[in-house]
């Protein structure tokens, strides 16, 4: 492998789907107006992919650590800590993390409110951060990051926290805060430190001139937090510590961004980019175009529209993802085709039918401008059947754009 | 997966073959007229099958385990155990099962009949049973079952009891019967209940007025036990315990019958079902839309008409078996259309030509009315080489057929 290249990946989340009736029985995938992909399958390699394996639906968070090359049924640490991840609160080997809702409860620490209203202004989330962040418990520290609305990350840091412990959040309002209880014997001590963070945190923030000026327009106080989804940042090898390989993401979904962070993947921000069909397309052409030309070796590229489109079982949206997606590949393609190795595929099948992800495996090209074709002529779950790449799944990704990219060595003399 | 559909699996044993030249070069399958298995195979996904392994010749006991979801390299308890749960004579995990003969022997236990004439009535049977079954040594438990002929099945239920231990049929007339010895050291009490066993049976059988009966019409006394390939029931995940389903096997022959209550089916019994050619299919597929309707997640259903067939060389009647069990699958596919998703396949290759079991791999097809299908047209085993499952293994069965079916969660968020 003399040149080196760089390796790419795109993924449309939920892109996989079934024949749909609105569409004479064709996916979303085939009936798409994709020309570039076209090319892509044409000269490329084309298969189908078990995500996670053979008959097992894939969650996105799971899924792409498959993709990143990472076995989920040891490697996945729940959704809360790449939530956490991707959310902008750095976590380590070591941390337990968690969402967080502000919620009001009354002197007894009965719930009254969940969300505390849902009504915050950035002073106020910048005020409360300011005295959950940082507190200290036993030698634990407590990291705090309001985000959205009223929801946040925690991370307890400290030596031995596991995240083996019960929910604190009753769930329901008029019931009382929740004893957290260790799970496992190892968990005893970070069910303690969760047990009086709730008090500290509760000590700390009712007394909040916030709260005076809420309860003055009539809004609920925030004056707890209420933890859910506690995930433990295990030790991960990362892709640099594997590969050698200096990756980046390029995701609007916070999930997405934390899975990528999760195994030492830099993030870089593109303006305009969202969750949505919204999202702008040309921005994140010309920042994937900015990371191939300077020194990352992997750049991995997340759409989320497909999905979302999906679940809404809104058709005519998938379509319109897929092709602007397509359009978005044709800009990179333009002025890096040499450069790089290209897989495009997605983390699950969605079917539009069904608007629920589903076990059904989901087409995969892999693209260089310097290798092998098969005989498949378009991008589709039904083409790509016909593929040389055959059936592979999800943790064979990595190796093989790592691999044609000249960035895995020789195994042997 | 929203609505959740009845997982059915159908083996034909012995199904795969090769080229004959008595069809002018085509397999009993291709040359068979199957329009059922060949709209599955238009309307679902097919693929090649190696059951156990590639170049693997599988038995058929392994490879329902492996259809099962089982590793059969780490879940093969040995044919002896899973006879005799499908023998009737029910097994749980510690026992110790062997398969038995009747035999005579003289007084100084020299064997002068392996099978003691082979003829024995019902109240020979019922009497024999009687006295073996419920002994007891050194706090080992007995149990026993009078099956066909001079056959039978024994299990030793206690503590501590390992199945690695040497024989004590000297498979030949005029020896003496063999000590049993332990194998490894682990086994060292069970060859010694087992030493203990042979003379007991031998006292409690020797005097029984049905060998007085037996000499006066010239039949050898059944005053012995010949036991022979011991194995034990292993701890073993349940189908219940691994996937949350509850499961049933339709089948004609022990073997397959005890392979599948060793992973916790329940067994139907449908009425003239045998292992031959002249089971009632009828019935069969009466039975099995009796169990697709009723509280049954999965249904195993199994033919072995094919594998005799192959075994005795007898293209015409191999051909006849798959073109009844076709009819089998119209009946059953009728009524249950969009209840199930259904695979159709066989467990090994046993080409007609050669009479025995081979390593080539087997066809498959997996349908449901609600998913993709692929480009092939025909059930054969050369055109599922063409399919969009590929080249998959006997585990993928399970995980495929309960995934599309909607028994298997998510794996993440």
Redesign the interface.
């Given at each position: 492998m003399s040149t080196k290249r760089k390796a790419v990946l795109v993924v449309m989340d939920g892109l996989g789907d079934?024949?749909t009736p609105e569409l004479g029985g064709m996916?979303p995938l085939q009936a798409a107006n994709t020309p570039v992909m076209d090319i892509l399958a044409k000269e490329g390699q084309n298969g189908?992919m078990n995500v996670?394996?053979?008959?097992?639906?894939?969650?996105?968070?799971?899924?792409h650590?498959a993709l990143f090359g990472y076995d989920?049924?040891t490697n996945?640490p729940g959704?809360g800590p790449l939530e956490v991840l991707g959310s902008g609160l750095e976590t380590k080997p070591g941390d337990i993390a968690f969402r967080s809702n502000f919620a009001s409860v009354d002197k007894d620490m009965i719930v009254t409110d969940r969300r505390a209203g849902r009504v915050f202004t950035p002073e106020e989330q910048a005020a409360l951060q300011s005295v959950i962040d940082g507190i200290e418990i036993d030698g634990v520290q407590v990291r705090f990051l309001a985000t959205v609305e009223h929801r946040g990350a925690l991370v307890l840091r400290g030596e031995g926290l596991y995240a083996n412990i019960s929910d604190v959040d009753p769930h329901e309002t008029g019931k009382k805060i929740l004893e957290c209880k260790p799970l496992s014997p190892e968990s005893k001590r970070t069910a303690a430190i969760v047990n009086k963070l709730m008090i500290e945190a509760n000590r700390r923030m009712r007394d909040l001139p916030l709260n005076k000026e809420r309860a003055r327009h009539g809004i609920p106080p925030a004056n707890a937090i209420l933890l859910r989804g506690p995930g433990r940042h295990d030790e991960i090898t990362t892709l640099k510590e594997k590969y050698g390989i200096k990756s980046v993401v390029i995701a609007g979904g916070a999930?997405y961004i934390g899975a990528a962070k999760y195994v030492g993947m830099e993030h870089a921000l593109v303006e305009g980019q969202t969750g949505t069909i919204d999202t702008n397309f040309h921005n994140i052409a010309l920042k994937t175009i900015e990371c191939i030309e300077s020194d990352y070796d992997y750049i991995f590229v997340h759409i989320k529209a497909t999905d979302n489109a999906s679940h809404d079982g809104n058709v005519k949206e998938k379509i319109l993802a897929i092709e602007r997606t397509d359009k978005m590949l044709g800009e990179i393609l333009e002025s890096t085709r040499d450069k790089i190795v290209l897989v495009v595929t997605g983390d699950h099948t969605t079917p539009v039918?069904?608007?629920?992800?589903?076990?059904?495996p989901v087409p995969i090209v892999l693209w260089s401008s310097q290798m092998r074709s098969d005989c498949v002529e378009r991008y589709s779950?039904?083409d790509a059947?016909?593929g040389a790449l055959?059936?592979i799944r999800g943790m064979d990704v990595m190796p093989l754009l790592l691999g044609y990219a000249g960035h895995i060595e020789k195994l042997g003399a």
């Open positions: 079934r024949p996916t189908l996670i394996g053979p008959g097992i639906t894939p969650g996105s968070d799971a899924a650590l989920p049924y996945y959704r999930l039918t069904i608007g629920e992800h589903a076990c059904d779950e039904f059947a016909q055959h059936t």
